[in-house]
Structure formats: structure tokens, C-alpha cells
């Protein structure tokens, strides 16, 4: 499978949530980016998460777990596959950012519509 390269000009959508691993847990601050192939927003391509407490384990775990879905993405992984992939929780929730973030992304951010594969739909 070869990568598919992202225009050099492409539109984005970011995003902020919140994520505790589990009850009581601390609760961390992330943002993310998506970078789109498309002007419909429909195929993501990119992903940048970060954290709010920057250099900490936290952010280089969440930003380099970015980076590792990003190429996924540009090899052509769908979305909905890589979310189902992350561990979980009993009660099916994401168990990391990671997933949390796949999770925001499949719903649909605020101004682009879900991003799933063709197999789902």
C-alpha cells in the first residue's frame, strides 16, 4: 500500500476536549487539528494532538500516537478502523486520548461531517 501525500493546501478543523483514563483520574486538556484531502472535509489525512501541559509524557505520548495514525491515514487505514482498534473500557468507551480523539473524529467535529469508511456506511 503505498502513502498518499495531502495537498499542500488543505483545510483543517481543531477541536478540544477533555480526557481522564478512568474515574478520579486527572483530567487533561487536549487539542486537536485535522487535516483534510478534501475541500468537504470528508477524508481526513492528518491528525496533531497535543496536550495542555506541554514536554510532559502526556503530550509526547499523545503527539507522537498522532503522528503513528497520521501515516495509518495516508496509507489509506479508514478512520472507523483505527478507532475500533484502541483499547477500551467494559463499557466500550475509548480507554486513551487516542481513541477518544478517533471517537470525536468519527462523530463528526463541528464544521465537517463523520469520517468513516465506505465498508461502515
Same mark, same amino acid.
Given at each position: ?12 478543523? #481543531?477541536?478540544?476536549?477533555?480526557? *481522564?483514563? !478512568?474515574?478520579?483520574?486527572? %483530567?487533561?486538556?487536549?487539542?486537536? #487539528? +485535522? ?8 477524508r481526513p489525512g492528518e491528525v496533531? &494532538?497535543?496536550? !495542555?501541559?506541554?514536554? #510532559?509524557?502526556?503530550? %509526547? ?7 503513528? +495514525?497520521?501515516?495509518? &491515514?495516508?496509507?489509506?487505514?479508514? %478512520?472507523d478502523v483505527l478507532a475500533h482498534?484502541? #483499547? ?5 468507551? *475509548? ?9 470525536? &473524529? ?7 461531517? !463523520? ?7
Open positions: 500500500m503505498n502513502r498518499e501525500p495531502l495537498p499542500e493546501r488543505r483545510p483543517s478543523e #481543531t477541536a478540544s476536549f477533555t480526557f *481522564a483514563t !478512568a474515574p478520579g483520574a486527572p %483530567v487533561f486538556a487536549y487539542t486537536m #487539528t +485535522i487535516g483534510f484531502y478534501d475541500e468537504d472535509m470528508t496533531f &494532538l497535543s496536550a !495542555a501541559k506541554s514536554g #510532559t509524557d502526556v503530550e %509526547v505520548n499523545a503527539r507522537d500516537g498522532a503522528i503513528a +495514525i497520521s501515516i495509518a &491515514l495516508q496509507h489509506g487505514v479508514p %478512520v482498534a484502541m #483499547t477500551r473500557n467494559g463499557d466500550g468507551s *475509548a480507554s486513551g486520548p487516542l481513541g477518544a480523539a478517533l471517537e470525536l &473524529l468519527m462523530k463528526g467535529l463541528p464544521a465537517c461531517p !463523520a469520517a468513516k469508511s465506505e465498508a461502515a456506511e
